[in-house]
């Protein structure tokens, strides 16, 4: 199995690379239009603020590539944001896959949110194997409210898309290779199910 992880200069890829390697499998870290398009599965990973990180996507053609991927992608952390309609941070344009408005978290909490949350209302094979009120961990200041692609929720000031599903696009807010055994349970049945 081909896996590619994008590699436009606004992730923490080696981390997920290494989460990959635990499971069996090794991932190649690209931003070739070509390499990713003959992908078997796409991870599409982002760590920073979404204006300067869609600018990266931009000046490498990788924001017309991505919404016309026809195998399973997933989004993590900002990448699943950038896959969004739009962001609140910078008054970003997104891709577009997920019709929902990223939005930032109230005065009424410390943000970013940092560390372990549950996720419940699990509605995905992506979650095949994980009860409901397992933990996860997220590092964020934005999130996507809860909307039609929703398919698993966590609640911090308010009730929000811990991941979101659109066709073969996948999206977590959390940190799956972050996220100890339910992390990587997620990853493979992303690898394997999905």
Known sequence: MKIVIINYGAGNIQSIKFAIQRLGYEAILSDNVEEIMSAD??????????????????????DAIIPELKQPVLGICLGMQLMCHSSEEGNTQGLGIFDVHVKKFTKNVKVPQIGWNQITNLKSP?????????????????YAPICSDTIAESEYDVLYSAALQ????YGTQFHPEKSSIVGETILRNFLEVV
């Open 126 to 142: 992506l979650f095949n194997g994980i009860p409901e009120k397992e933990h996860i961990y997220l590092v964020h200041s934005f």
């Open 41 to 62: 599965k796409v991870i599409f990973p982002g760590v920073g603020e979404a204006s300067s990180a869609m600018n990266k996507l931009k000046d490498s053609k990788l």
């Open 166 to 169: 659109k066709d073969n696009f």
